[in-house]
């Protein structure tokens, strides 16, 4: 069973920082481009930052300078560390596992992530 598991979500004053975690199965993590992403309330969801079995990382514009994605390997965990949070950074954010060579995309339960103003 694919398992996708967030974790480090919670409610924090504007300026804060939070560090989000996903622990996942080995043998999805090894060779997927992994994700966070996040959706607000009647919004679509849109990409965080993404992290590739090499290191390659991507960050949207609205995060850069703020928040950092990482990958252990040897723990099958990836990190998002967000720090300066805003409240329009309140959202579910959800992990994401992708292999386009073996066509698997899974996703994570998502952990809620309110700032306070």
């Known amino acids: 069973q694919v398992q996708l598991v967030e974790s480090g979500g919670g409610l924090v004053q504007a300026g804060g920082s939070l560090t989000l975690s996903c622990a996942a199965s080995r043998s999805i993590f090894a060779g997927a481009v992994m994700g966070w992403y996040r959706q607000a309330p009647g919004k679509q969801r849109e990409l965080v930052a993404s992290?590739?079995?090499?290191?390659?990382?991507n960050y949207a514009d609205f995060v850069k300078g703020r928040f950092t994605i990482s990958r252990d390997n040897a723990k099958n965990t990836v990190y998002l560390q967000m720090n300066s949070l805003q409240p329009e950074d309140s959202a579910v954010y959800y992990c994401n596992a992708r292999n386009d060579v073996f066509k698997y995309n899974y996703w994570g339960q998502g952990t809620q992530v309110t700032v306070s103003s």
């Open positions: 992290i590739t079995t090499s290191g390659g990382i």
